[in-house]
């Protein structure tokens, strides 16, 4: 039996549920692992686990930082996959719960982390928000390891959800899911750090205004604390790419 065959049966018993037949390979494990619930997973599960993500990682090209080419000093943009970036830390965009996402296969990018960094993510984001006891407020920052990700850190964050006007008070989150990512990076004395466009999915935060605001709010934090931090700003959305490639250069 395959290392993805056995990584496969060991989920479906734990989860006691049949994959669908469809799904085969790597995304049939995957959308296995989205509806587990770390709570008695064995080093050899992980084991296991991490050896079925690096070996999809084989199969992938790893974007080196110094590969891209930076759009205004120490700004990037880049267009892709955030999991396939290698920089000190890479930013979630979380629901409150902070757990991932568990919808199988679902195309947020919570999704794509937690599938490509590994059960042990949710696990210890378990133990964090059991000893916080609480939901996780918009626009702070919790640090996991980035276990398989080639990115070494994970900034968890939750975003703003916009239901028709947006307010004063999901601008301030949105900016403060960004100021307090940089803080803990600086804090951390990390060198480099990426952000998706935080809210701008299923929470429905307009592109164009999120846009400005999150290059707004790095550009005024790199500026106050006179910070060498090198941070990328990725992309998924042809939308997204023309509004932060037009917002990226200006000097505000
Ligand atoms: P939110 O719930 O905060 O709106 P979403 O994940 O729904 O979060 O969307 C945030 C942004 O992340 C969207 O622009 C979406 O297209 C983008 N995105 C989705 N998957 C990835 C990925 N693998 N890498 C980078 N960005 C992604």
Known sequence: MSDLEEGIKYLEKYNNVRIDNKLNGFQAFRALMNITMPIDLSADFYRLQDKIIQDEYKKKKIVMLDTLIPFNKSLYLYKGDITLLKVSAIVNACNSKLLGCFHPLHNCVDNAIHSYAGL?????????????????????????????????????????????????????????????????????????????????????????????IAIKSVKDYIKENNSKLKVVFVVYKDIDYLLYGSEIKYDN
Request: hydrophobic content about 30%; proline content about 5%; some cysteine.
């Open 120 to 212: 042990q993510v949710r696990r210890d984001l378990m133990k964090i928000m059991e000893i916080q006891n609480h939901d996780e407020p918009n626009g702070k920052c919790k640090v996991t390891n980035g276990y398989n990700l080639p990115s070494k850190y994970i900034f968890h964050t939750v975003g703003p959800t916009i239901n028709g006007r947006v307010t004063i008070n999901d601008k301030n989150d949105l900016s403060n899911c960004y100021k307090s990512s940089l803080q803990m990076a600086l804090k951390m004395k990390l060198d480099s750090i990426a952000f998706p466009c935080i809210s701008t999915g299923i929470y429905s935060f307009p592109n164009d205004i999120a846009a400005k």
